[in-house]
């Protein structure tokens, strides 16, 4: 199974997770995401917020020492460990839970309980079925709730069929919008569902939402020129470039990911 796949790699990695994106292109592209997630953050202290497919916890862990008690998610077993394992070393294990789970199906999370949900790291191309998980989103989040979520961009993925020179797996790929993960265990190739800025719309749409915005990141070429981030001079104007072709939603379709904010609706 896909799924079985998905966790397979995840759990192999899960102890060196944090190493993988020690680089100067994830620092880069952390400042733009917290700078874009910090205007959503609850006013209330007491709000409950969730972080879906939470790896090793990154953005739940910003989200618990901004205050807010936080639950964990992740399909992976070992990535649950290691998140429990920092939440023991801060003390913070009292405002916080970790739990394995799919996010296609979540009976474990109450109903519209969660004023705040991140889905970083694309869980939602990761899952088996986007629409599952978007709806469950909207089940746990409280009317009027947020959830800012990224998915992989189908048109940034255009380039690898074309180096590959395949035009058969192009014109596929074009059609599904699937493709998988590049490692080279065929046991851990899972499937991955990339979107276009107005598909990830529109399953937000359907699935209860009111979306707010769909951003790209990185819009810049970043990758390409890590000698340029590396300087802090350049680092800080870059940033305040991709955050200005971030506020142009066309600008979206050139980006290696895609970002959507959208409030649970309140009828």
């Known amino acids: 199974m896909a799924r079985d796949r998905s966790v397979k790699y995840h759990n192999r990695v899960a102890k060196k997770y944090d190493a ?3 680089d ?19 006013r209330d202290a007491r709000a409950k ?15 618990l020492k901004s205050g807010f008690h936080t639950t964990f998610v992740d399909h992976s077993p070992a990535m649950v460990g290691e998140v429990r394992g920092k939440l023991d070393e801060l003390g913070k294990t009292s405002k916080a839970q970790g739990i394995v789970a799919d996010i296609v199906s979540m009976p474990m999370l109450p109903d519209a309980a969660y004023s705040l949900t991140l889905a970083m790291g694309d869980p939602l191309s ?5 629409l599952k998980a978007a709806r469950e989103m909207s089940r746990i989040t409280l009317p009027g709730g947020i959830v ?14 074309l180096e590959r020179g395949n035009l058969d797996e192009l014109e596929t790929f074009l059609r599904t919008g699937r493709t998988r993960w590049l ?26 939402f009111d979306v707010i915005e769909v951003s790209g990141k990185t819009i810049l070429p970043i990758r390409a020129y890590k000698e340029l ?15 200005s072709l971030n506020d142009d939603q066309d600008a979206a379709a050139r980006a290696s990911h895609l970002q959507i904010v959208a409030k649970r609706r309140t009828d």
């Open 183 to 208: 490692t080279n265990d065929r046991e851990e190739q899972f499937e991955l569902t990339t979107f276009t800025p107005s598909s990830l719309r529109n399953l937000f749409e359907k699935s209860g």
């Open 126 to 130: 990761i899952c088996s079925d986007p």
């Open 49 to 63: 917020c969730l972080d879906l497919g939470c790896g090793t916890g990154k953005w739940g862990l910003k989200l």
């Open 148 to 161: 800012i979520a990224t998915a992989d961009n189908k048109l940034a993925a255009i380039d690898h069929y």
């Open 24 to 42: 100067v292109y994830w620092d880069f592209h952390d400042e733009i995401t917290w700078h874009r997630v910090k205007p959503y953050l609850p």
């Open 20 to 22: 993988i994106y020690d």
């Open 229 to 243: 981030v590396s300087d802090p001079t350049a680092f800080r104007r870059l940033v305040k470039i991709e955050e």
